[in-house]
């Protein structure tokens, strides 16, 4: 299953809101999760089953949508949020992500 | 607290093989599948091998098969990637993490550990 990310890459300011849309080549229900990946670090899980926030996650954070059109929205973007972001989908194997989203503040 | 920490990774010639590790701590390691996740210098994510938590189902990569084989150790709370005929796109940074109980996302991760494939 492929996983199609867009945009690659986007400069926004603090308080924008965000949006990274994630397209699967076949359905695959609600099995996708987001992750947020910052230089030299390992990722970190933000949104699982689509849409279920990962304890500890800011509330700023949201995903939504299921088969093969997802979002991941960051209501109002902060300087800590700079970073790569990547979708997964776990519907099967072999699991596969999606090629990341640079998120830059301006 | 969680932990898991990788080790193993180190320069190795094309067609050279090497066994990373990684050491759990902090949670009941029987109970968890285990995967191994790459990032090649500059690029993105990309799903290596899991394991079931009892070890009796395993997959792979396309782009590892035949070549890859991924174990654990219950008894020692250690999971493994044994790795053969390695190719230069093989170099990476080598993530193990954790797939959370509902089999819906990875919960937590290693630090990492750097592969390195050149003559």
């Known amino acids: 299953i492929q996983l199609t990310q867009s945009p690659s890459s986007l400069s926004a300011s603090v308080g924008d809101r965000v949006t990274i849309t994630c397209r699967a080549s076949q359905g695959i229900s609600s099995y996708l999760a987001w992750y947020q990946q910052k230089p030299g670090k390992a990722p970190k899980l933000l949104i699982y089953?689509?849409?279920t926030l990962q304890s500890g996650v800011p509330s700023r954070f949201s995903g939504s949508g299921s088969g093969t059109d997802f979002t991941l929205t960051i209501s109002s973007l902060q300087p800590e949020d700079s970073a790569t972001y990547y979708c997964?989908?776990?519907?099967?194997?072999?699991?596969?992500f999606g090629g990341g989203t640079k998120v830059e503040i301006k | 607290e969680v932990q898991l920490v990788e080790s193993g990774g180190v320069l190795v010639q094309p067609g050279g093989s090497l066994r990373l590790s990684c050491a759990a701590s902090?949670?009941?390691?029987?109970?968890?599948?285990m995967h191994w996740v790459r990032q090649a210098p500059g690029k993105g994510l990309e799903f290596v091998s899991a394991i079931s938590n009892n070890g009796r189902s395993t997959y792979y990569a396309n782009s590892v098969k035949g070549r890859v084989t991924i174990s654990r150790d219950n008894s020692k709370n250690t999971l493994f990637l044994q790795m053969g005929s390695l190719r230069v796109e093989d170099m990476a940074v080598y993530f193990c993490?954790?797939?959370?109980?509902?089999?819906?996302?990875?919960?937590?991760w290693g630090q990492g550990t750097l592969v390195t494939v050149s003559s």
């Open positions: 993490a954790r797939m959370g109980i509902g089999g819906d996302g990875y919960d937590y």
């Open positions: 902090g949670f009941t390691f029987s109970n968890y599948g």
């Open positions: 997964q989908q776990l519907n099967n194997y072999p699991l596969t």
């Open positions: 089953a689509a849409s």
